[in-house]
């Protein structure tokens, strides 16, 4: 009999009506409603000399100090090793805001209650585990489109037929001695956002339809379903635009997971073990500060007076955030170079999962598969951090909004040559498994 043990755990992270929600700048007020509610999902397992745990949020994107508050509640409830827990959202954009530096802050009453939920769900799932096996899978759907078109006027985003996607659906099935499955983990990359920035009512998006839909089919086995996105930066759902499509959306994926996790073959004895890379993502500097002072008044100015009769303007506001802090770094000789990211890598049997914390480029996320060691992958993204958008060297050169979102994130761009970076240290994490043997 195998020694694994695994347990499972959820806890609601909904946040109440009225919180300002992230993933659209344009949204003038918070949400009005909620549609379907958000959940933490925690998977914890266990091979007598390793633990480890997973927690996918219906969130779209933590940032690493939110990270690094869950694993050290978590540990000081439940005694896990901080960095074996791994922190991976689903990058909806029908959720609250929860950065702390973007064009929109979270309120703090609502980001420390849903730190605690999180850390609630690995000390949930750590306290009930039980024996049980694993099948590991592959299925292939395409739900998203490549949404990167170059039009005579330059990069926009758009339907991109011709462009890269991963069509990979990836299962991890967990099942107890009596062969009811406990939990479904599944894996795509396509980015959160069938519904567009005029939807105010909270909502998983079509992830949240692909658990619901797991789960009712296989209520008998009382089956938990866990989401994890993948590389999934320049891909959109296609078509998109409302509920009824993001439904369509999760019922195909829900019922290619449950085809792929049919036919998933067991991992015999299969090892459990963690590896954490530091890398530094390299930043560019900063534009000039005559350039930036040049528009800086005037849009200070215009923010003035739109917040002064009331108006909320996320987008307007990041301009002038994002000018005051370069002209800041500038002046006071605090220009970063880059910005130090973890990535995680963790080792189920045949299965190697990567974790990286930004919204990768489809192309990256394949390239890390082909070249693991693993025979079956997962390249996820929002994981650990969310530091903004990972994108090709080529794509550097063509412009477009990716390369260039960095506003949004009061940050400095990127360099050119992040995405090969995070790809070698992403390389790195997933050999340093293997080598620690069966």
Known sequence: MSKLRT???RVDITPPIG???QGYAARTHGATWIHDGLEATAIAL???????AIVTCDLVGLDRASVENSRRIASEICGIDPKA????????HGGPAVGRRSYIEAE???LHLLERQIATSVALATG???SSRIFVGRGSIRIGVNRRLLTKTGMVIGVNPDGPIDPDVAVLRIDDDSGRTRALLFSHSCHGTTLGGDNYQITADYMGYARRNIEADLREDGTTSSFVNGAAGNINPHPRGTFELARTHGIALAGEAIRASQTAEEAEEPAISHHEVETVLPLSEPPPLTEIEADLPSLQQELHRKESEGIHAPALRTQVLWREEMKRRIQTGSVKEGIEVEIQAMRIGPLGIV???GEVFVEIGRAIKEESPFAHNIVAGYTNGNFGYIPTAQAFEEGGYEPNSHVYLLEQKFSPEVGEIARKAS???LRSLTSQGA
């Open 108 to 110: 703090n009453e609502y």
């Open 128 to 130: 009930e585990m039980r």
């Open 19 to 21: 919180l300002r929600m």
């Open 427 to 429: 390389m790195q994490a």
């Open 85 to 92: 827990v791994m922190i991976s959202c689903s990058h909806t």
């Open 355 to 357: 974790g990286l914390p």
């Open 7 to 9: 347990g499972v755990a």
């Open 46 to 52: 266990d091979d007598g000399s390793h633990r480890i």
